[in-house]
Every structure is written in C-alpha cells, then in structure tokens.
C-alpha cells in the first residue's frame, strides 16, 4: 500500500489521467441522456441500441461517436470553454460565425453554391409559367447589408451578383416584378434590422421591407402602430447557437397583436399570427407564425376581396403581421415541408396575388426550389 | 476509431487499459489484439478480413520457411518460393486496393473506356501495416530474425492498435523482444501519458485550427485569394500536416509507451532543416528508414557508382511519392524530392553548410512549395494557387490576409514557436513535477472543450 501510494505521488500524471478518463466515462454510463441541446437549439444523439443490422452497416458505430460527442459530460461547459479559448487567441470567428462591429454576428459564407444557380432557375421558370403577376422579393443578408460593419476582409456571399443573376433569369417575364429592398433596408441599418445573435431580420426590418412591397405591389400601405406592440427579451438566436462566445449581447425580439380570424395550420388551427409561449423557449423566433409550416392560410377576412400566395422561408414569418392588414386570406406556402403540387395550389385562386420571399443565403442553400415548377 | 475523438479517451482507453492492467502477463497479448480489433473493426469491419488472411498468410509463410531450412529440410528453393509469394500477396493487396483506380483510369485515359473500375476504398491503414509485415517476412528471409511460431504473437504485431494506421512503420525486429516479455512500470506509463497528451494537443489544438484556415481557401476558391493569403495557406497546411501527422505518430508512441513497448521516433523537428536532406532524415523517419533499409540499400545503395546510386535514388522517390497517394500529384511530389535531393548530393549541400540564412530560407520555401504539390491533387488547380503565389497583381487587395492573420495568427506562431525544439527542451527542463503535471492537465483540458465542439477532425494520413 505504501508503495503505490510513492507511486501515486511520484506520477501523479498517471492517476490523473486515468482518473479524469474514468470519471467521464462513468459520467456517460450515470448521466441521463440530454434530448435537446438548449444553447444550441438542436435535439441531440441518444445512446443508440445495438443490433445486428446496425453493426454489420456500420450506423450503429457511427451513432454511437456521434453520441459520445453529444453527451460528453459536461458539455456545454467544454464547448463554452472552447468558444472562450478561441476568442482569447485573438479571433473573431467561432465555427463559421464571426463577430463584427457593434456586436453583430455574421454567418461566414464563401462562395456561391451550385444550388443557388439552380433555385435561380427554378424561379424564373415558375414566373414565366404562372400566367399572372409574380413578385419576387429577396431580402439580402446581415453581411450584405451591414457590411460596413464586418470584421476587416471577411470573406462573403456575393448577393449583387446573385441578385443579377435572377434578374437576368426573369428578364424574359414580363409578369415578374421584383422587389429591391436593398436600398431601403441599407438606408436603415442603425435601425436594428438584423439581430444581431440570429440570421432574421428584425420585425422593424420587416417592416422596412415591408414599405417596399407595398409600393411595387401597389397596397395601401398601412401603419402596423396602431396595433398593441410588446417586447420580449433575451433573445440568442441561430448564429449564437454556433458561435458561443462571451460578451455577446442578447436580442430583444418586438411583435404586434395583429388579430386574425383564424390561422389554419397543416395540423391544427390557431386563432392569432403569434405563438407567445414560444417566446419561453431558445428557439424564440420560432414563436413568429409558430414556425415554419408546409403549408399555412391566415384568414382575416376584412372584406378588401383580395387574398395573397406566399411562397417563402422564415424571413417572411414576422413580416406575414404587415401584410395581414392588406389582404383577406393569405396561404403561406414554405417548399421545405409542402407536399402539395404548387400549380394546383395556386390555380385555387386566380385572382390572388402571388409574392415570393427569401433571404438571399437561403437561396444560395436550400434545395426545395425545384417544387416551384415540378407537377 | 481515431485517438482524438472523445470515443478513444472516454470509453477506450478507460476499458481497455482497465483489462490490459489487470489480466495476467501472459494474456496481455491476448487483450492487445481483441482491443486492437475492436479499435479497427469500430471504423472499418468490413477490410478486418484482410487482416486476418494477411496475418495468416505471413504467419503461414513465415513458418513454413523456417520448416523448409530447418535442421531435417535443406530446400533454400522451395524457401526463396515461399518468400516471392508472401511478398508477391502483401504488395498484391497494397496494389489491388490502393491502386486499381488510378491505374485503370490512366489506361483508360490512353486506349479509350476499355476497363471498368471496381471502385475500392482504401482499406484503413494499409499502406502501414504492409509496410510492417513486409518487414517481418523479409527479415526472415534475410535470416536476422526467427520465425514466429506463435499466430498470436504475430498477430498482436500486426494490428497493434498504436501504429496499425498510420504509423510509425515500426519494423518487427524493433519489438519483438517486446511482444515476447515486456515489463509496464510507472515511469514508461507517466512518460507515454504525457507524450499522449502533447500529440493530441498538437493534433487538435493546432493542426485541426491551421486546417480550418486552408479549407477555407478551397471554399474561396484559389482564384479569388490575394497573394499574401496565398503564402499564409501555404505556411497554415505546413503547420497542418506536421502537427497532425506528428501528432498521430506522439499519440501512437505514447500509448506505446503506456502498454510497455518502445515505439520509434517518427519525426524530429523537420521545419529546423537546412536542406532537403536533412529534412528527410528528420520528417517520418521510420518511413524513410524502411526505404534505405528494403529498397535503397538491396538495390546496392550507393556503393555501385554514381549513376547507379541516381538511379536508385530515383526508384526510391518515385515509390515514396506513389506510396503517399496513388494520383501523379504524389509521383510529382516524390519527383520534386528527387531533384532537389540530386542536386544537393551533387554540389549544393556544402554550399548550403556555409550559409545558414540562405540555407533555412531555401529549405522552408521547398517545404512549403513541395506541400502545394502534395495538398492540390488538381494540377489545373495547383497551377492557379502557384500563379496567386507569385503574381504581383495578387497582391492588390489584402484584406483578406488581414481577416485570417487575425483569426490564426494565434494558431501559427504557436505552431511556429513549437516547431522549434524549444518548447520541448523547456518542458524536459522544468523540474517542478507540479507544473510539468499542470501543463499536461492544461492540454488535456484544452483538447477535450475542442473535441466536445468539433465536427472538424480528419487525420490527414489516413487516406495513405
């Protein structure tokens, strides 16, 4: 006993290590599992069960890594540690988010993707085919935007040329219009218009975007002030979620009480735009039309006569509250979960109008577009 | 399964040296080899087959050879036979695997589609471990060693999991000894904890940062970055494959280490080199060692005259390059050596002695260069990344360099400072055993929160 005690004391490296080693593999085999990852609003690996077929594939040892990643022990400790070692190096950037004047976070993109040219494609396409008027609004990114405000030489997105692009793609159409809302979104930058902890826009830039829509599309341009507004706090949004460094400062997300009639989900129905008990969760944003949905209508019924196709992703979700006060019902259609055929959809209402919206990175990305000209 | 993933250090080394600890002596090798196959098996079940007919067929040829000049048999005919076909299997599945591809498209890239590619992954680790058992079988031939009678023993050699995938080529008359009788004491298991740690730091604290840093530019694309970005890629692959592959090799000796073995130095600070040669005697020198030892030196070395000796020289780095990747990108690389190392033996070492500054700015710069032609597979490509690298009108617009000399620059000098063999002469150095056990701790720590958050972590030799 005497002896290994010497031992211990004279390498101590030793028992520390095997020590530290063994703890956490206890940790593993005592902690429950996590499900969902808070600060990185994801769900997680749960330890996976062993069987034949998933060992002889190889699924069951490639679950099983990823599981020792997702609940190390610890875990959110270790990886906020990272993000701090990382930032004390000197860097902006933490897993492809970089950190830039006045606190915001930008997502580090580097170049154009092959999808891009084909979701590019694929809208012109349906433009030319809808036989009525098509208006197309991609809102440029945070980088884009705020660009002044970029960590120095951070490599970017190219959204003018991809924004030349589409225009070359629509050209041809004399029924798609689109909508810039470069200029007036980039006149109002000090404004918050982007989080600064998410990849959204802010419901003001919304709104912004909103003053341009309705003037290419010829609304009645209505002042969403009249309605209750509320603000909800500490709001850390997508690009937090991966970066996770300190200092960061929280968002603070504004909404409007909107009233609606009913708001007809895939399923179930919901009588207001707003899911207020999502504001209590990580994934805030999330609560603007309670998420991204395959295929929504919002009915307000005011009596104007006129209803609106949207086709969009979830920049759309908190400017939906504007462009409810100009129509009677309007089917939000998002192509990621719409199994629907677009060309049924929208020869349900010949007389609606039809907008698109999208952030430019979405289209750089996403790969769903072909669904706006499949049958 | 990889030594820097939270898999190895949390659940493998903890099970696996619990019973390699506790069982007797003499089922040590037993535990070393079912724990070795679980560790290859985890990634690669399929190609463990290939294991294990290799390890019968050279366990097989090894004893038949012994029985066929033994004292009741004299057929040093039937022995030669027996060694051409043992050799003929290695170096046949090495080819049939690794090479099949390159050479089908090459030839179909001459006579028209005439032969079909049956699309082989590269077994793990295979170029290493038929390295090591080439070497079992050839110096039995040669007569320095004894045939292994023990299927076991052999075994254990050849899939021990510390250098079964990338090394070091630990040749078996370096541990035979070993795999026979070895005694595990509290100094080798301290020192091989330790050596453990510093490799896996280096392999994720600097080698998988400096790596971010060069994918970066393929996703850029080469053509849009400025030149001073240009060189700051090519100083970050430097740093990347050094510290990965030295890392693997301080991971591979260190555990080793902690199982009672003695594994060799693969790497000894090769970015300190004044020419190219001495660079190849410093940069994965078991690999370099197997070379001299079974080409170079049987196909008479240099005692045969000049032309000879440039000859052999050309063999050799002509099979160093293909050994690395089977693309003409590695062939060129090998190549690229050739020329240098040439020249040098020619005329250019002694001017290289006299003057120091010329000489390291030489060395780097090669390095450096010779890295581009091993990392860009593309030629079309190389050639645009080498026009960025020496094109003035590069160098316009640098704000992209500022953007990364800011986010890595941190990550280069460490890696530049621990190229050096500075930092490791102070930590031997340090004789406070608090400090030295604190910095061990420190690292380990560090590599752990990198590892809890990483989805980046490719070693970078495994693909050879």
Same mark, same amino acid.
């Given at each position: 006993?005497?002896?290994?005690?010497?031992?211990?004391?004279?390498?101590?490296?030793? $028992?520390?290590?095997?020590?530290?080693?063994?703890?956490?593999?206890?940790?593993?085999?005592?902690?429950?599992?996590?499900?969902?990852?808070?600060?990185?609003?994801?769900?997680?690996?749960?330890?996976?069960?062993?069987?034949?077929?998933?060992?002889? +594939?190889?699924?069951?040892?490639?679950?099983?890594?990823?599981?020792?990643?997702?609940?190390?022990?610890?875990?959110?400790?270790?990886?906020?540690?990272?993000?701090?070692?990382?930032?004390?190096?000197?860097?902006?950037?933490?897993?492809?988010?970089?950190?830039?004047?006045?606190?915001?976070?930008? +997502?580090?993109?580097?170049?154009?993707?092959?999808?891009?040219?084909?979701?590019? !494609?694929?809208?012109?396409?349906?433009?030319?085919?809808?036989?009525?008027?098509?208006?197309?609004?991609?809102?440029?990114?945070?980088?884009?935007?705020?660009?002044?405000?970029?960590?120095?030489?951070?490599?970017?997105?190219?959204?003018?040329?991809?924004?030349?692009?589409?225009?070359?793609?629509?050209?041809?159409? =004399?029924?798609?219009?689109? /909508?810039?809302?470069?200029? /007036?979104?980039?006149?109002?930058?000090?404004?918050?218009?982007?989080?600064?902890?998410?990849?959204?826009?802010?419901?003001?830039?919304?709104?912004?975007?909103?003053?341009?829509?309705?003037?290419?599309?010829?609304?009645?341009?209505?002042?969403?002030?009249?309605?209750?507004?509320?603000?909800?706090?500490?709001?850390?949004?997508?690009?937090?979620?991966?970066?996770?460094?300190?200092?960061?400062?929280?968002?603070?997300?504004?909404?409007? +009480?909107?009233?609606?009639?009913?708001?007809?989900?895939?399923?179930?129905?919901?009588?207001?735009?707003?899911?207020?008990?999502?504001?209590?969760?990580?994934?805030?944003?999330?609560?603007?039309?309670?998420? *991204?949905?395959?295929?929504?209508?919002?009915?307000?019924? =005011?009596?104007?006569?006129?209803?609106?196709?949207?086709?969009?992703?979830?920049?759309?979700?908190? &400017?939906?509250?504007?462009?409810?006060?100009?129509?009677?019902?309007?089917?939000?259609?998002?192509?990621?979960?719409?199994?629907?055929?677009?060309?049924?959809?929208?020869?349900?209402?010949?007389?609606?109008?039809?907008?698109?919206?999208? *952030?430019?990175?979405?289209?750089?990305?996403?790969?769903?577009?072909?669904?706006?000209?499949?049958? | 399964?990889?030594?820097?993933?939270?898999?190895?250090?949390?659940?493998?080394?903890?099970?696996?040296?619990?019973?390699?600890?506790?069982?007797?002596?003499?089922?040590?090798?037993?535990?070393?080899?079912?724990?070795?196959?679980?560790?290859?098996?985890?990634?690669?079940?399929?190609?463990?087959?290939?294991?294990?007919?290799?390890?019968?067929?050279?366990?097989?040829?090894?004893?038949?050879?012994?029985?066929?000049?033994?004292?009741?048999?004299?057929?040093?005919?039937?022995?030669?036979?027996?060694?051409?076909?043992?050799?003929?299997?290695?170096?046949?599945?090495?080819?049939?695997?690794?090479?099949?591809?390159?050479?089908?498209?090459?030839? *179909?890239?001459?006579?028209?589609?005439?032969?079909?590619?049956?699309?082989?992954?590269?077994?793990?680790?295979?170029?290493?471990?038929?390295?090591?058992?080439?070497?079992?079988?050839?110096?039995?031939?040669?007569?320095?060693?004894?045939?292994?009678?023990?299927?076991?023993?052999?075994?254990?050699?050849?899939?021990?999991?510390?250098?079964?995938?990338?090394?070091?080529?630990?040749?078996?008359?370096?541990?035979?000894?070993?795999?026979?009788?070895?005694?595990?004491?509290?100094?080798?298991?301290?020192?091989?904890?330790?050596?453990?740690?510093?490799?896996?730091?280096? =392999?994720?604290?600097?080698?998988?940062?400096?790596?971010? &840093?060069?994918?970066?530019?393929?996703?850029?694309?080469?053509?849009?970055?400025?030149?001073?970005?240009?060189?700051?890629?090519?100083?970050?692959?430097?740093?990347?494959?050094?510290?990965?592959?030295?890392?693997?090799?301080?991971? !591979?000796?260190?555990?080793?280490?902690?199982?009672?073995?003695?594994?060799?130095?693969?790497?000894?600070?090769?970015?300190?080199?004044?020419?190219?040669?001495?660079?190849?005697?410093?940069?994965?020198?078991?690999?370099?060692?197997?070379?001299?030892?079974?080409?170079?030196?049987?196909?008479?070395?240099?005692? =045969?005259?000049?032309?000879?000796?440039?000859?052999?020289?050309?063999?050799?780095?002509?099979?160093?390059?293909?050994?690395?990747?089977?693309?003409?990108?590695?062939?060129?690389?090998?190549?690229?050596?050739?020329?240098?190392?040439?020249?040098?033996?020619?005329?250019?070492?002694?001017?290289?002695?006299?003057?120091?500054?010329?000489?390291?700015?030489?060395?780097?710069?090669?390095?450096?260069?010779?890295?581009?032609?091993?990392?860009?597979?593309?030629?079309?490509?190389?050639?645009?990344?080498?026009?960025?690298?020496?094109?003035?009108?590069?160098?316009?617009?640098?704000?992209?360099?500022?953007?990364?000399?800011?986010?890595?620059?941190?990550?280069?000098?460490?890696?530049?400072?621990?190229?050096?063999?500075?930092?490791?002469?102070?930590?031997?150095?340090?004789?406070?055993?608090? !400090?030295?056990?604190?910095? $061990?701790?420190?690292?380990?720590?560090?590599?752990?929160?990198?590892?809890?958050?990483?989805?980046?972590?490719?070693?970078?030799?495994?693909?050879?």
């Amino acid at each position: 006993m005497n002896k290994t005690l010497r031992y211990i004391i004279e390498y101590p490296v030793v $028992v520390l290590f095997f020590g530290i080693c063994a703890a956490m593999f206890a940790g593993y085999l005592i902690c429950p599992d996590n499900e969902y990852s808070q600060m990185e609003n994801r769900f997680l690996q749960q330890r996976p069960a062993v069987s034949a077929p998933s060992v002889a +594939d190889g699924s069951y040892m490639e679950s099983f890594e990823t599981y020792t990643n997702e609940q190390v022990p610890f875990r959110d400790i270790l990886v906020r540690c990272k993000a701090a070692f990382v930032w004390a190096t000197g860097s902006s950037e933490n897993n492809g988010i970089a950190r830039g004047q006045r606190g915001l976070l930008f +997502d580090k993109t580097m170049a154009v993707s092959a999808n891009a040219h084909k979701n590019i !494609a694929a809208i012109g396409d349906f433009a030319a085919g809808a036989g009525r008027d098509v208006y197309i609004a991609v809102a440029p990114t945070s980088v884009w935007v705020n660009a002044e405000d970029l960590p120095v030489g951070m490599p970017v997105l190219d959204e003018a040329a991809l924004a030349d692009e589409l225009g070359a793609a629509l050209a041809g159409s =004399k029924n798609a219009h689109i /909508i810039d809302m470069y200029d /007036i979104l980039s006149e109002n930058r000090s404004d918050n218009i982007y989080y600064r902890t998410d990849h959204h826009w802010t419901t003001r830039g919304a709104g912004y975007a909103y003053a341009a829509i309705a003037e290419s599309m010829g609304l009645d341009r209505q002042d969403i002030g009249r309605y209750e507004r509320h603000e909800v706090y500490d709001f850390l949004g997508t690009f937090y979620a991966r970066y996770k460094g300190p200092f960061v400062l929280a968002d603070t997300i504004e909404y409007y +009480d909107v009233p609606v009639d009913e708001l007809e989900l895939s399923d179930r129905s919901e009588h207001d735009l707003i899911d207020t008990a999502g504001f209590g969760g990580f994934d805030k944003y999330g609560a603007f039309m309670y998420g *991204n949905d395959g295929k929504c209508v919002v009915h307000a019924d =005011k009596g104007i006569g006129k209803n609106l196709y949207i086709f969009k992703d979830s920049y759309a979700n908190c &400017l939906i509250p504007y462009l409810v006060m100009n129509y009677d019902n309007i089917t939000v259609i998002d192509l990621r979960y719409f199994g629907g055929s677009v060309s049924e959809e929208i020869a349900g209402d010949e007389d609606a109008d039809i907008l698109l919206v999208y *952030n430019m990175s979405f289209i750089n990305d996403d790969n769903h577009f072909y669904k706006l000209v499949s049958r | 399964m990889v030594f820097s993933s939270l898999l190895f250090l949390f659940w493998f080394i903890p099970v696996f040296f619990t019973v390699y600890y506790l069982v007797p002596a003499r089922l040590r090798n037993t535990a070393l080899f079912l724990g070795s196959i679980v560790f290859y098996a985890w990634g690669e079940p399929s190609y463990l087959l290939l294991i294990f007919a290799s390890i019968i067929v050279n366990w097989g040829a090894g004893v038949m050879m012994a029985w066929s000049c033994s004292d009741r048999h004299d057929m040093p005919r039937v022995r030669k036979l027996i060694f051409a076909a043992a050799l003929i299997y290695d170096f046949g599945m090495l080819f049939v695997f690794k090479y099949t591809g390159f050479f089908v498209a090459n030839i *179909n890239a001459v006579f028209g589609n005439i032969l079909r590619d049956p699309g082989f992954t590269l077994p793990l680790g295979i170029s290493f471990y038929t390295f090591q058992i080439a070497s079992y079988i050839i110096d039995l031939y040669r007569g320095r060693i004894d045939a292994e009678k023990n299927i076991l023993t052999l075994g254990t050699y050849l899939v021990m999991f510390p250098q079964l995938i990338a090394g070091p080529i630990v040749v078996y008359s370096q541990v035979s000894e070993k795999l026979h009788e070895r005694r595990i004491t509290w100094q080798a298991v301290s020192d091989g904890i330790t050596i453990f740690v510093f490799g896996l730091a280096s =392999k994720v604290l600097i080698a998988n940062n400096a790596g971010a &840093l060069w994918n970066d530019l393929e996703a850029i694309g080469y053509a849009n970055i400025s030149m001073p970005l240009a060189w700051l890629g090519v100083i970050a692959y430097t740093l990347q494959i050094y510290f990965d592959f030295n890392g693997y090799s301080l991971m !591979a000796i260190g555990l080793g280490s902690m199982l009672g073995f003695t594994i060799p130095r693969n790497f000894d600070h090769p970015y300190i080199s004044r020419s190219l040669t001495e660079f190849w005697r410093r940069w994965h020198i078991t690999l370099s060692g197997w070379f001299r030892e079974y080409v170079y030196i049987p196909l008479g070395g240099n005692r =045969k005259g000049k032309i000879r000796t440039y000859v052999n020289l050309f063999i050799v780095w002509f099979l160093t390059g293909f050994w690395h990747g089977a693309g003409w990108n590695f062939i060129c690389w090998g190549m690229f050596f050739f020329v240098f190392l040439t020249l040098e033996k020619s005329f250019l070492s002694g001017f290289l002695e006299r003057h120091t500054v010329f000489s390291r700015i030489y060395s780097l710069l090669l390095i450096g260069l010779s890295w581009m032609i091993f990392a860009i597979t593309d030629f079309t490509q190389l050639g645009v990344y080498m026009t960025r690298l020496f094109s003035p009108q590069a160098a316009a617009d640098c704000r992209d360099a500022v953007y990364y000399l800011r986010n890595y620059g941190t990550v280069i000098v460490l890696g530049c400072i621990f190229s050096t063999p500075s930092a490791s002469r102070w930590f031997d150095g340090l004789e406070s055993k608090t !400090a030295r056990c604190g910095i $061990v701790l420190i690292l380990l720590f560090a590599s752990v929160c990198f590892l809890a958050d990483a989805a980046y972590n490719p070693f970078l030799y495994f693909r050879f």
